[in-house]
């Protein structure tokens, strides 16, 4: 791979292209190929005591994962990058990095449902105490800041509810408290919001979403600025919870286009959720880049694009039974969880039981939608036939 510096110079797409392989060292071939393995044999007994070889052993890390590791850390502007078998795993990871037992951490109310879990059970049963707050409440945050607080897990856009949180206000209470940040920024991706340059120490990435593309992976990415990155991938290393070598090298092809996808998935999430807007029976669009989302001018200060996943709000006129029969019977749009790859997907959510910082009351049935690459006029029409059977009983 070219040296950072290098790449550094170029626009992001020729970064893309260029990231993480080197066809001087691949006998030419564009394409890096693919290291497995467990053992890396050592010439002499002197270079295992001098611990000379630049891979030592398989959890250590192969060329494969390394040129995943090097490319996102440049493309995220990070000190570091660590990749792990998928999303949830590395929000563990960071999470792990920067707690100790005593600790106190604040996460947004709006967090991932599964993360909120590991907060709840894991960093909890080794003494991690954790308050959520409300993701709109900006420098307010500091009110709830402890003696012991140590760390603020921030997600923006909210899973499923889309609140824009401002992160800079977040930050910069942060800072003064030395308290670190952590960011789940896969709805943005790198491509709209760098986070480092933002002053988050350590952003993740569920890689299963745009760097796959595809829905055929399941990866995690931990990125680190400098003063974040040692603890880090101390972490990662005693752990050694490392990503599958084909799954690297998926990673890696996804990463190629991932700019026109997510560039695509954004013209196309508009387009779908303008038109849905309009809808006699859409009450609301939770979409970033819309003026009736929370948070949205926090969007329109921090965010460079927004992508293809988003939520609507039913009027409250419908009820589950309603909702049951428009969504059994799409054609085009599948149910089903994750989401940034090629195909369009729709699924009913509820955050009433879970939430405990604020409360889930919206006025009708919540729907959120991911836009895939099919035609849009089929998808449209999809979502019209769906939106009449909400009549049917
Ligand atoms: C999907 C997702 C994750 C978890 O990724 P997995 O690879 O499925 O574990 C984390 N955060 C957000 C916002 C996600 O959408």
Redesign the pocket.
């Known amino acids: 791979m070219k040296c950072k510096s290098e790449l550094q110079q170029f626009k992001v797409s020729t970064q893309l292209s260029m990231l993480g392989r080197n066809p001087d060292e691949q006998s030419g071939f564009v394409n890096a190929p693919i290291y497995r393995g467990s053992t890396v044999v050592y010439k002499s007994c002197e270079d295992i005591r001098n611990k000379k070889a630049k891979f030592s052993y398989g959890t250590a890390g192969t060329p494969t994962i390394e040129n995943l590791e090097n490319a996102w850390s440049i493309l995220a502007n990070a000190a570091g990058t660590v990749i792990s078998p998928?999303?949830?795993?590395a929000?563990a990871l960071a999470l792990f990095s920067v707690t100790q037992a005593g600790d106190h951490i604040l996460v947004t109310d709006s967090v991932?449902r599964?993360?909120r879990n590991f907060c709840n059970s894991l960093l909890t049963k080794y003494g991690v105490s954790v308050t959520y707050y409300d993701p709109l409440l900006g420098g307010d945050i500091e009110r709830l800041i402890q003696k012991n607080t140590r760390v603020i897990l921030l997600?923006c856009p909210g899973?499923q509810s889309f609140e824009v949180q401002d992160i800079g206000a977040i930050v910069s209470v942060a800072k003064r408290y030395n308290i670190s940040t952590i960011i789940?920024n896969?709805?943005a991706t790198p491509l709209f919001f760098k986070a480092h340059e933002h002053g988050i120490d350590l952003s993740v990435e569920?890689g299963?979403?745009y760097l796959s593309g595809h829905s055929d992976l399941?990866?995690?990415v931990v990125s680190a600025n400098a003063s974040h990155w040692p603890a880090l991938r101390a972490a990662y290393d005693a752990m050694a919870m490392l990503p599958g070598a084909e799954d690297c090298f998926l990673a890696l092809r996804g990463l190629r286009t991932m700019h026109l996808r997510v560039k695509e998935a954004e013209a196309r999430g508009l387009e779908i959720a303008n038109w849905l807007k309009i809808q006699p029976e859409v009450s609301r669009v939770l979409h970033p880049a819309f003026e009736e989302c929370p948070g949205h001018e926090n969007w329109k200060k921090y965010f460079t694009g927004s992508t293809g996943l988003f939520s609507i709000i039913l009027k409250d006129r419908f009820n589950l039974n309603n909702v049951d029969d428009m969504l059994d019977n799409m054609r085009i749009f599948g149910m089903g969880f994750?989401?940034g790859g090629f195909e369009s997907l729709i699924i009913p959510f509820d955050c009433t039981e879970y939430r405990t910082a604020t409360q889930w009351a919206p006025e009708g049935m919540a729907l959120r939608l991911q836009i895939g690459l099919e035609d849009i006029d089929d998808l449209k029409q999809d979502l019209s036939d769906g939106l009449k059977r909400l009549y049917n009983r």
């Open positions: 998928s999303g949830l795993g929000l991932y599964p993360t997600e899973s789940d896969t709805w569920a299963t979403k399941l990866m995690g994750s989401w």
